[in-house]
């Protein structure tokens, strides 16, 4: 398997416009992770589904943000509009199970908002 | 929530065996400890992981007292591309799902 693969790896779109990030988990993992990572506030977790189904999504920071995953194969994390501030590196993750297992994160995509 | 406590910071040599504390003071039962190396420009990876006493594995080891509120991650022989930021996880269980929450991490500097 390649692994967890995103897309793009980077990204710089402008104030206000939507961007769209993708997600490839590993094949035949039930969980799917989105992070962000800032200097000032490190990894976060944003959501994560289970079996295609959203689980928990509180760390997600406000409306402007969605995550889809139509199916095992395929996540998608939608800023619309987006903002300077959403700067930063957004990764996902897979695992097997839950969190007695490793997670696999794939490369990131860096985001800039200008 | 689970948190941990690391220290932000450590400096080696290369060679040296280093050893890095992590505080969970409130674990749950269920729940594993897990770190994570990262470099920069990458995703986090997986180094180790262990519930209690001692577990090894061709990276690293990991101590675990009785207790469960502390554990320490132990990097044998450290080289210079040891260099990277190491995260102690602590899996935060509670009904129906679970989180996986990083903290700051300890930055480890291996030096020439």
């Known amino acids: 398997d390649a692994g967890v693969i995103q897309s793009p790896r980077h990204e710089v779109t402008e104030m206000g416009q939507e961007v769209t990030l993708r997600c490839k988990p590993i094949?035949?993992?039930?969980?799917l992770f989105w992070y962000r990572q800032t200097m000032m506030r490190g990894l976060e977790l944003l959501i994560y589904?289970?079996?295609?189904?959203?689980?928990?999504d509180s760390g997600m920071p406000e409306d402007r943000f969605s995550a889809k995953m139509p199916n095992a194969s395929f996540s998608t994390l939608k800023i619309q509009p987006s903002e300077p501030r959403d700067s930063a590196v957004y990764f996902c993750?897979?695992?097997?199970?839950?969190?007695?297992?490793?997670?696999?994160f794939g490369q990131g995509t860096r985001l800039t908002v200008v | 929530l689970a948190k941990t406590t690391q220290p932000i910071s450590m400096d080696s040599y290369e060679g040296q065996e280093v050893n890095i504390t992590c505080s969970h003071n409130?674990?749950?039962?269920?729940?594993?400890i897990t770190w994570y190396q990262q470099f920069p420009s990458q995703g986090p990876r997986f180094i180790i992981q262990?519930?209690?006493t001692k577990v090894t594995n061709e990276v690293a080891s990991l101590f675990i007292p009785a207790d469960r509120k502390s554990s320490t991650l132990s990097l044998p022989r450290v080289s210079l591309s040891d260099t990277a930021v190491y995260y102690c996880?602590?899996?935060?269980?509670?009904?129906?799902?679970?989180?996986?929450?990083f903290g700051a991490g300890t930055r480890l500097f291996v030096k020439a």
């Open positions: 589904f289970n079996n295609n189904v959203p689980i928990d």
């Open positions: 993750a897979s695992s097997y199970t839950g969190y007695d297992t490793e997670a696999f």
């Open positions: 094949s035949g993992h039930d969980y």
């Open positions: 996880l602590v899996g935060d269980s509670y009904t129906g799902g679970f989180k996986t929450i």
């Open positions: 262990g519930y209690k």
């Open positions: 409130n674990i749950a039962t269920n729940d594993y």
